[in-house]
């Protein structure tokens, strides 16, 4: 079993070993060299800025790849996307999607429709909480934030464990009823190989995807 926290300590990072109390979410991609990287590192940005940098509110993100290149570095397009937002590349390590992963996963976006069909045949009774990350935002989208707990300072966790639990829950019921317009709506394409550009674009589809997500799971609307 890789050790906790493989793929995701860095400079920077706060919690490399999670706290007992903790929401796992699991960015998944094909190789985790290029768009899980890019969202994994770029879903913790936005978590520091809004929850003020030190206090991770137990959310802890990880990414993986289903042909995942172990021990690999992330691209280099991929890591200058990254600076291009003022996300930190920098210590991350590429792994292979394991059992483990998903196990202990409470919330697991994939980068496509193949991706979150992977995870789910996998088992663990992966389907109630494995989404496409276009799919989830979708799904958040249309959850009245009065409905979820509202964030509690006086615990530990800031109440956000509670939080992103129904959250999940309530994008799970919403989904039969919620559909893509199109295919093609829930696909973030993979830029390997392509030129920085691609991978802008990419980067650009994957903070938009993000922004709703983060603020669902924090109750923290983005900062100007």
Same mark, same amino acid.
């Given at each position: 079993?890789?050790?906790l926290?493989?793929?995701?300590?860095?400079?920077?990072?706060?919690?490399?070993?999670?706290?007992?109390?903790a929401?796992?979410?699991l960015?998944?991609?094909?190789?985790n060299?290029?768009r899980s990287?890019?969202?994994?590192?770029?879903h913790?940005?936005?978590?520091?800025r809004?929850?003020g940098?030190?206090?991770?509110g137990?959310?802890?993100?990880?990414?993986?790849g289903?042909?995942?290149?172990?021990?690999?570095?992330?691209?280099?397009?991929?890591?200058?996307?990254?600076?291009?937002?003022?996300?930190?590349?920098?210590g991350?390590?590429? /792994?292979e999607?394991? !059992? #483990?992963?998903?196990?202990?996963? +409470?919330? &697991?976006? %994939? @980068?496509?429709r193949?991706?979150? =069909?992977?995870?789910?045949?996998?088992?663990?009774?992966a389907?109630?909480?494995?989404?496409?990350?276009?799919?989830?935002n979708?799904?958040v989208r249309?959850?009245?934030?009065?409905?979820l707990?509202?964030?509690?300072?006086?615990?530990?966790?800031?109440?956000?464990?509670?939080?992103?639990?129904?959250?999940?829950?309530?994008?799970?019921?919403l989904r039969?009823?919620?559909?893509?317009?199109?295919?093609?709506?829930?696909?973030?394409?993979?830029?390997?190989?392509?030129?920085?550009?691609?991978f /802008?674009?990419?980067? !650009? #589809?994957?903070?938009?995807?993000? +922004?709703? &997500?983060? %603020? @669902?799971?924090?109750?923290?609307? =983005?900062?100007?």
């Open positions: 079993m890789p050790p926290g493989r793929g995701i300590a860095g400079p920077g990072d706060h919690h490399p070993v999670p706290p007992a109390s929401f796992r979410i960015h998944v991609s094909t190789g060299v290029c990287p890019i969202t994994e590192r770029l913790r940005h936005a978590l520091q809004r929850l940098g030190a206090h991770s137990g959310l802890v993100v990880e990414s993986a289903t042909w995942g290149h172990e021990g690999a570095p992330m691209e280099a397009h991929a890591a200058t996307v990254l600076g291009d937002y003022g996300a930190d590349p920098a991350f390590i590429g /792994r999607l394991l !059992d #483990e992963h998903v196990i202990r996963a +409470d919330l &697991v976006l %994939t @980068a496509t193949d991706h979150r =069909a992977q995870v789910i045949s996998m088992g663990h009774s389907g109630l909480r494995t989404f496409t990350l276009k799919e989830f979708r799904l249309a959850i009245d934030p009065a409905t707990p509202e964030p509690d300072p006086d615990l530990p966790d800031g109440g956000l464990v509670e939080r992103a639990r129904a959250l999940v829950g309530a994008a799970a019921a039969g009823w919620l559909l893509a317009p199109n295919p093609e709506s829930d696909e973030v394409h993979d830029p390997y190989g392509a030129p920085i550009t691609f /802008r674009s990419i980067g !650009d #589809e994957i903070n938009q995807a993000l +922004d709703p &997500v983060v %603020t @669902a799971l924090t109750g923290v609307p =983005a900062r100007a």
